[in-house]
């Protein structure tokens, strides 16, 4: 019968592959679809600071929509600018989403830059994910407080802070690039634009520093088992 720590590296090693597994076929299926149907083309834009924003929900997801209520359907029917089709509360208000420059382009080059930087961090997130699988499989082998375990972890969470700060850059400067492609003239300070639209990866951050410290902290506790282990 193995043991309770065994078992429960066990299901943590189960959950993570299939973590990975529906990560690889999820970007599997947007590679294949972007490869087959071209994807949505090349895009970039200045975005506003305090703006927020999402998603409306469908007609039929909000009481009191058109055409539940006939003096509404009967409003919205005789006017084009107002009211909506369901209630909005105080302040809301609808808008057009945040401009985007885009064009009909199947050049590879283009292509190239663009299907790269929408798949940047999914592959560093792929890569975490695989070194992980990897780090439980060496802490069952091996223990938890062995060296080479110990060793994974830290890389472990250096190549998620770096890996992703590297590549929501990358995205942001080529995301720049093909904005620069589709204006007539140029861009003015395009490396403003570039860090204006560069998303902190501020999560997977703070998870890579705490893997981490959490390496220091099963390094010290395996260098006092060992000392404990020797006094005995």
Not at 48 to 73: I, Q
Not at 134 to 152: H, Y
Not at 173 to 178: D, K, Q, S, V
């Amino acid at each position: 019968m193995g043991s309770p720590h065994a078992s429960s590296l066990r299901w943590t090693a189960i959950t993570v592959r299939v973590l990975l597994a529906l990560l690889a076929a999820m970007t599997a299926y947007e590679v294949g679809r972007a490869a087959v149907t071209g994807g949505e083309n090349a895009f970039g834009s200045f975005g506003t600071r305090s703006l927020v924003c999402a998603t409306a929900p469908g007609l039929f997801s909000v009481p009191g929509n058109m055409v539940e209520d006939p003096k509404l359907g009967a409003a919205v029917k005789a006017s084009t600018s107002a009211p909506f089709m369901y209630p909005l509360a105080e302040g809301a208000e609808v808008t057009e989403p945040v401009p985007h420059l885009c064009r009909d382009d199947s050049g590879f080059a283009t292509q190239l830059l663009y299907q790269s930087s929408r798949f940047a961090t999914v592959v560093v997130l792929l890569a975490a994910l695989l070194l992980l699988e990897r780090l439980i499989r060496g802490a069952r082998r091996e223990g938890g407080f062995d060296e080479t375990v110990v060793a994974r972890l830290r890389f472990l969470g250096l190549f998620l802070a770096a890996g992703t700060l590297v590549s929501s850059l990358y995205t942001a400067i080529a995301e720049t690039g093909l904005a620069e492609s589709m204006v007539a003239t140029t861009i003015r300070r395009p490396w403003e634009l570039a860090l204006f639209n560069w998303s902190v990866p501020w999560a997977f951050l703070v998870a890579g520093v705490g893997l981490v410290v959490m390496a220091k902290v099963v390094r010290v506790g395996a260098s006092m088992r060992e000392e404990l282990e020797g006094t005995v």
